[in-house]
């Protein structure tokens, strides 16, 4: 089991910077490959960026790539997304979310962090 609370959710103008922040608890951290994932009212949950177990790997949806930066630090059981240049179209919960190394399912989800972004 993996426990994720999402932080640093807020309301920021456009062209601003947030980071989140994703604390894990339980079972090793650095088993988990991490992703962070985002639903906007009235639609699907999409995907934002992921981080293998080492953090030697990274991928970006093409919405954010250039923009959002995906990192983690094990000794800390956290990963972060640092967001620049923030749109109205950022506007969603956040969510963090754990798989496996081999796996392709994210098993465990944080509560997810509501990030608004006001033109």
């Known amino acids: 089991q993996v426990q994720l609370v999402e932080s640093g959710g807020e309301l920021v103008q456009a062209g601003g910077s947030l980071r989140l922040s994703c604390a894990a608890s339980g079972r090793a951290f650095s088993n988990y490959d991490m992703g962070w994932f985002r639903q906007a009212p009235g639609k699907e949950r999409e995907f934002v960026a992921a981080?293998?177990?080492?953090?030697?790997?990274?991928n970006y949806a093409d919405s954010v790539k250039g923009r959002f930066t995906i990192s983690r630090d094990n000794a800390k059981n956290s990963v972060y997304l640092q967001m620049n240049r923030l749109k109205p179209e950022d506007t969603a919960v956040y969510y963090c979310?754990?798989?496996?190394?081999?796996?392709?399912?994210?098993?465990?989800w944080g509560q997810g962090t509501q990030v608004t972004v006001s033109s």
């Open positions: 979310a754990a798989r496996s190394g081999g796996s392709s399912v994210y098993r465990y």
């Open positions: 981080i293998s177990w080492s953090g030697g790997s990274k």
